[in-house]
């Protein structure tokens, strides 16, 4: 288990290395220093993976240290080494390498890279925190570390206010999830006594009847932590800080906010399938939300100008298919959506990022176009990224998104597919209008940006090559069974992932719905209204946007300027939650602030040190300062005390 | 076999007479003379009460009030030097400097 | 009958003195008279049977305070017109009066609801006997169940002596005696400025 150590250890050491020995090192040096561990930490879980799937792959709990030992409350730094958290740390360490790589290339005209990558590697030593735990505190304080990061890199320019307020924004939102967090910790703890996955999984699974208490406490727990996800994973109503994190640097947004961080609430339902399985009424609204998510997004992101706010959108409503996912019980294509899409998200970004440095920090689609002879490699790159996103049979996208479309037929009826298809249908018509504005057509920037357009470096397209290669090919893991015949793979991923997240004892709950057999035809009917509706999607907005901003498009805008001004402004969410929300807690706190605290507390405060001084005023006009009148008026006194005592 | 009470009314008196000599006097040298006559009317009653409880506290009382009462006089007497240091005089009616 | 008497006398004596020693006009004289009023209260205490009160009140007492106050007095050659005499005004009589009535009420109602517990009985002269005199009681419970007040007051006395030499120690700079050979009206205004 040294490996798990060395692993672990090797981004804290580069984080404090960066962040405090190198600050005055040349920029090449942090940038060695910070994508160094993380390919080394990548080495380390390669081959701690291999060690583990040749032992079989049964799960393993190793002890660090112990930390809290307070009578029946136990919480030591215990972590999980199985089949969920290596595959979650490979994601992690082997993306999380080739962005670092990429990063040294982005960000070369910084001053303060020592800080970036200080910070990025302790984000990544905080997300191994977050998969490798064994127990919800450990989780919890990666889950928190990864927020904190996540607010230090977004604000990295902070001279730029609304930097600052952006990264602000996420902390804050991350914070209202988080509460949800800690009460299901809570419960957790007051109806099963333990906070450890291996010792719930083990009670659940024993076969030993849970009380009427626990089982709707269970409930109570999975809404909470479900709360949780949506803060950390950007779901309704919590996804408000995702776009306006876009605010950060481009391999920040490729790592955190599409690959890693957002896919923590993700993980953890997944860790916590076997409560999920309990109860049905939180995975039904797990689903909902999820679905709707997807839709949300989708939609804004229809109408958006700004490369990087497509994508994001793109990542809330990919978000959504993955808690989708987790919502009908199907944890496995939760999971492989997961996967597929931290490859062909980060490459999208990293793509995206090449774009914006080659446009020298444009970032506005309305001013780029033809840029694919320019920058072909990054066009390429980004042609299989589309292809995945879209779900172009062949491509990982299209195994992974329409698994989950297909069990979210089957488990949540038609209504949410329906929801689900038709934010597939938005996916592929933005991503192809977005590929389109940017690559072809005629360029519509000035002239002298488009004379240094030029392709970026070896160190900024060799990542995107992989990445390519992975959003092609990784989809081929996991082939579902009415494939087989026309693609001979099986299903890897989800026999791989099985053992983790098998289904509790039958005598627990009903769930006999989730793996009927529905008949193959339903299954290719799903199929074929899926990639229908990508090539009719497509092909629209090639048209619209083949090249440019073409007057079909100018006119569907105008002829409906409401829906097209809504989508635009977000749905006016932000407004919304302004003067719900935050307008009237500020009120409050003025209230609180000039009201309560200073004229009625600080006035009673001083008031009474007032009165003290002025009653010492009064009566210390009795002190004339005669030593002789002193006396007299302690004798007089005395004498009182005495008939007092007397009578 | 002289009652209790006895002692008490003669302690009594002394201390009213060294109240007296508090109030009427100006001179501190002659207050702080009539202090320490509150304090031997205080001492005797300790010994009085002490000899009549057969309890020999009253007695270490009396020791321990001689302690004081010698401290306080010679702290006492050397403000009055101070005093008369920087004023030139020592009669109360003249030193009103703590006034409020 | 005899004790009685011895009181009686010694009360009178008291009560004399003390009258003499506010009453008198040479601050020196009240402390002769102060003098002769502790000697006689020594001598109610030795007949209370609690000699090493009485020596004590004579030696420390009087031997050291009274002596620290005639220093005193001598040392600051007050002026004949700083020897102030009684002085009584209307408002000092009727306070006088006032305050003896006060406490004789006091007095007699206190003693009154007293005289039941007093039993005329004397301390225990053989019991004290016993102990080894009247001196050897009174230090063992000094010592014993007194230890820590006796201690306390030995600091006490440091602090007064380092107090007091401090205090009366001369400035470093002249003083302010200007004030001293003016007339009294014209004191106070030296002193507090004009009104």
């Known amino acids: 288990m040294i490996l798990l150590w060395i692993l672990m250890l090797l981004p804290l050491v580069g984080a404090f290395f960066n962040g405090i020995i190198l600050r005055k090192a040349p920029k090449s040096i942090s940038h060695a220093v910070g994508a160094g561990t993380l390919i080394a930490a990548f080495g380390c879980a390669v081959a701690l993976f291999m060690d583990f799937m040749g032992q079989g792959g049964a799960s393993k709990v190793v002890l660090a240290f112990d930390w809290i030992d307070a009578g029946q409350f136990q919480a030591p730094f215990r972590y999980i080494v199985d089949r969920l958290s290596l595959l979650m740390v490979l994601i ?100 099963f006594g333990t906070i450890s996955f291996s010792e719930l999984r083990d009670l659940v699974f024993s076969g030993t009847s849970l009380t009427n208490g626990q089982l709707q406490a269970v409930t109570w727990i999975t809404l909470a932590f479900f709360i949780g996800a949506c803060g950390k994973s950007a779901q309704l109503p919590l996804y408000v800080w995702l776009p306006d994190a876009m605010a950060g640097p481009t391999p920040v947004s490729a790592l955190i906010h599409a690959a890693t961080m957002v896919t923590a609430g993700v993980y953890m339902m997944t860790r916590m399938h ?142 949410i597919w329906g929801i689900a298809a038709l934010a597939a249908v938005f996916t592929s018509f933005y991503m192809v209008r977005m590929f389109m504005l940017t690559f072809y057509g005629k360029f519509r920037g000035d002239h002298h940006t488009e004379s240094h357009l030029h392709e970026t470096s070896w160190i900024m397209w060799a990542p995107l090559i992989v990445l390519a290669a992975l959003s092609a090919g990784i989809g081929f893991l996991n082939v579902p069974p009415l494939l087989h015949h026309f693609i001979p793979l099986g299903e890897t991923f989800h026999h791989y992932l099985e053992p983790v997240i098998a289904f509790p004892p039958q005598g627990l709950l009903h769930w006999e719905h989730l793996v009927a057999e529905h008949p193959h035809s339903q299954e290719w009917m799903v199929m074929g209204i899926s990639v229908a509706g990508m090539v009719c999607a497509s092909l629209f907005a090639i048209a619209l946007y083949g090249k440019g901003f073409s007057p079909l498009a100018e006119s569907l805008a105008r002829r409906f300027p409401n829906a097209h001004k809504l989508l635009e402004n977000k749905y006016y969410i932000d407004e919304f939650y302004d003067a719900a929300i935050v307008q009237p807690l500020k009120d409050v706190s003025l209230f609180l602030w000039k009201i309560v605290d200073v004229s009625i507390i600080d006035a009673a405060v001083n008031g009474i040190a007032q009165s003290c001084a002025l009653l010492a005023g009064v009566t210390s006009f009795k002190m004339t300062g005669s030593l002789h009148r002193h006396a007299v008026v302690m004798i007089v006194g005395l004498l009182c005390m005495l008939t007092a005592l007397v009578f | 076999m002289v009652p209790l009470d006895h002692y008490l009314v003669l302690a009594m008196i002394l201390f009213c007479i060294g109240t007296l000599g508090i109030v009427l006097r100006r ?74 | 009958m005899g004790q009685i008497t011895i009181f009686y006398i010694l009360a009178f004596l008291a009560t004399a003195c003390s009258l003499l020693v506010i009453s008198s006009k040479n601050p020196v004289t009240s402390a002769i008279y102060l003098v002769c009023d502790l000697f006689i209260l020594a001598g109610i205490y030795a007949s209370l049977q609690a000699e090493f009160v009485a020596a004590i009140q004579i030696i420390v007492y009087t031997g050291a305070v009274v002596v620290l106050f005639v220093f005193v007095i001598m040392l600051l050659n007050l002026a004949p017109n700083e020897q102030s005499s009684l002085g009584l005004k209307l408002p000092d009589i009727g306070f006088t009066l006032l305050t003896v009535l006060s406490f004789l009420i006091v007095t007699v109602l206190l003693v009154n609801e007293q005289s039941s517990v007093s039993g005329g009985a004397l301390g225990p002269p053989e019991a004290i006997a016993q102990l080894g005199g009247n001196t050897r009681a009174v230090g063992m419970t000094l010592f014993t169940k007194f230890v820590w007040p006796f201690e306390l007051a030995s600091f006490l006395i440091l602090a007064a002596i380092i107090g007091a030499v401090h205090i009366a120690k001369k400035d470093p700079k002249p003083a302010d005696k200007a004030y001293g050979n003016l007339k009294a009206s014209n004191r106070e205004k030296a002193i507090y400025g004009s009104p």
């Open chain 1, 92 to 191: 992690i360490t082997g993306i999380g390498s080739l962005i670092h790589i990429y990063a040294g290339g982005y960000m070369h005209e910084e001053k303060a890279t020592w800080r970036f990558f200080s910070y990025l590697n302790l984000f990544v030593f905080m997300m191994l925190q977050l998969v490798l735990g064994d127990n919800l505190l450990v989780m919890f304080i990666g889950w928190e570390g990864v927020g904190l990061c996540s607010y230090l890199l977004i604000g990295y320019w902070y001279e730029e206010d609304q930097n600052a307020q952006a990264g602000m924004k996420a902390f804050i939102v991350n914070r209202i999830g988080d509460i949800g967090f800690l009460i299901g910790i809570f419960l957790t703890y007051k109806f």
């Open chain 1, 274 to 415: 076997f409560f999920y399985y309990l109860a049905p009424d939180t995975q039904a609204l797990v689903a909902l939300v999820g679905a709707l998510t997807a839709l949300f997004a989708a939609s804004i992101a229809l109408v958006q100008t700004d490369i990087k706010k497509v994508l994001a959108y793109s990542t809330v409503s990919q978000l959504g298919y993955m808690v989708l996912g987790c919502g009908v019980g199907a944890y496995s294509a939760g999971v492989f959506h997961l996967l597929t899409h931290a490859c062909f998200k980060a490459l999208l970004f990293l793509g995206a990022g090449s774009v914006i440095v080659a446009m020298h920090h444009q970032q506005d689609m309305r001013h780029m176009g033809g840029l694919k002879k320019h920058l072909p490699m990054t066009h390429g790159a980004m042609l299989m990224g589309l292809l995945a996103i879209i779900g172009f049979p062949g491509f990982s996208g299209f195994f992974s998104k329409d698994e989950i479309l297909w069990k979210a037929w089957t488990g949540a009826g038609p209504w």
């Open chain 2, 27 to 100: 001179n501190i040298i002659m207050v702080m003379m009539s202090i320490e006559l509150l304090l031997n009317a205080i001492n005797l009653v300790f010994v009085s009460a002490s000899t009549y409880n057969q309890n020999l506290d009253g007695q270490v009382m009396v020791f321990f009030v001689i302690t004081v009462a010698a401290c306080e006089a010679a702290i006492g007497l050397a403000m009055v030097i101070a005093l008369f240091r920087k004023y030139g005089t020592i009669d109360t009616q003249f030193l009103r400097t703590l006034r409020g």
